[in-house]
């Protein structure tokens, strides 16, 4: 337990700093913290006289035009007490577990894949489409692209498909109400669907157009940033789902085609690991239009870099080609191995050594992948069929786009191998075990 580094507010500089949040015109708490790229949870705080970071106090000091000094209450902060190293301002010991925030010193741009996305971004009704296997940065680029649209004053809305429940996804309509009232609240404007929906005359996606067009695109808004994460969820829908991406791509060719601004207004970015349920019409599918970004593999210089930012000596090259032969450039592999290496919980060597053991630093994510192989048997086996050949096997085209969604395979035309080594010697050990016994 550390002593904390934490700054407030004083008491009676509170409404100065509400003051300011008005004259620096922002309407909402929402709006200022979308673009400092914080959460309302760590603004609000602030606003109202509690300690938050040392970090974050200064960033909004400076967005707000205040001085840090003239506002802060030091007393009694220095005798708070705190467990976390992160909220000790040591940002080394950060444990690699969802997506980073764009001010993550660990987040590592790729080489014209951030500045593509950006200039796609600013231009008049774009989609980006972002397709990779699961645990390869999607949403960690998402982010990053939220907070650039941010910075050009665009309204922003994230929204993690992947999170809805399922009573949302019974049908188009009920998922259509619910995607314009979410987008409202996301955007604090007053939820109206129940008042303005027309189910008498218009058919569902008529009714959200209308919505989209009359409240969140109207002339004098700014343009809207729509980023729809983990898509794929809605794929085995397939009674409405097709609706909705035929819905998706109706926005962006219209954007194309209107000669009015309204939909030109819109700015679409869509994450998704597979199209695999969805029938491979061109004039239906919104992921053959746009501009698609496929999310490789770390190379050595990144994870050098990498490991530079974790704050430890630099790893030889020798060093980096031994993990590369066990994991690859993998993102979330490499960001593990670093953390437990660069924070001495582990060497290097003894990394390697125990990788695809269960005393290993990847045998919660070796597990997690181990269960959901087991709940799909006919999965289990075809990866078992991998793992057990040297070299490329084929696969039915099912089997292959959902081993690769998983991040389990590489993939080459129909032909698959595992994605790196450690996959190949676990999965080969408890899969082959398993029809041992």
């Known amino acids: 337990m550390g002593i904390s580094k934490k700054l407030k507010v004083r008491q009676d500089q509170i409404e100065r700093v509400k003051q300011a949040v008005i004259d620096k015109g922002y309407p909402t708490q929402k709006r200022l913290a979308d673009n400092l790229c914080i959460s309302r949870a760590t603004l609000s705080p602030f606003l109202n006289g509690k300690p938050v970071g040392i970090q974050n106090f200064k960033d909004i000091c400076n967005k707000l035009g ?5 506002i802060a209450d030091l007393e009694d902060l220095s005798d ?4 976390s190293d992160e909220e000790a301002g040591d940002p080394t010991s950060w444990f690699p577990e969802g997506a980073l925030p764009p001010n993550s010193p ?3 741009e ?9 200039e796609t971004l600013v231009k008049p009704g774009s989609l980006i489409r972002i397709k990779a296997p699961k645990l390869m940065g999607k949403t960690s680029l998402l982010f990053n692209i939220l907070a650039y ?9 994230y929204l993690n498909l992947g999170s809805v429940e399922k009573e949302i996804l019974t049908g188009l309509d009920r998922f259509l109400r619910w995607l314009c009232a979410k987008i409202s609240e996301e955007l604090e404007l007053k939820n109206q669907v129940d008042e303005v929906w027309n189910t008498k005359i218009l058919g569902s996606s008529d009714n959200c157009n209308n919505y989209f067009r009359r409240h969140f695109l109207s002339q004098g808004n700014p343009p809207l940033f729509l980023a729809l994460d983990g898509v794929d969820r809605l794929f085995p829908y397939k009674e409405w789902s097709e609706s909705f991406l035929l ?9 194309n085609n209107e000669n009015g601004t309204t939909w030109k207004r819109l700015r679409l970015a869509l994450a998704h690991s597979t199209e695999v349920y969805i029938p491979q019409n061109t004039k239906i599918s919104p992921f053959n239009v746009g501009v698609p970004v496929e999310l490789r593999e770390f190379d050595k210089q990144q994870i050098q870099d990498l490991t530079k930012r974790r704050g430890a000596d630099a790893w030889t090259k020798e060093q980096i080609q031994q993990l590369t032969n066990m994991i690859g450039g993998h993102p979330y ?13 582990t060497s290097l060597e003894q990394l390697r050594k125990n990788a695809s053991t269960e005393a290993g630093v990847y045998s919660h994510h070796l597990r997690s992948l181990l269960l959901m192989l087991q709940e799909a048997p006919a999965l289990s086996e075809a990866m078992k069929k991998v793992v057990s050949t040297s070299g490329w096997v084929e696969l039915d085209s099912v089997q292959t786009f959902q081993l690769h969604s998983m991040g389990l395979v590489k993939q080459e035309n129909n032909y698959v191998m595992p994605r790196c080594h450690l996959y190949r010697e676990y999965f080969h050990r408890v899969l082959c075990k398993e029809s041992k016994q």
């Open 106 to 108: 660990f987040y590592l």
């Open 110 to 118: 790729r080489p014209n894949t951030e500045s593509l996305c950006y």
């Open 66 to 70: 205040v001085d840090p000094q003239e």
């Open 333 to 345: 592999l490499v960001q593990l191995a670093a953390y437990h290496v660069c924070t001495g919980k």
């Open 149 to 157: 649209a941010r910075r050009e004053k665009y309204n922003t809305v």
């Open 247 to 255: 819905l998706l791509r109706s926005w962006h060719e219209k954007s």
């Open 80 to 83: 708070t007490p705190q467990d």
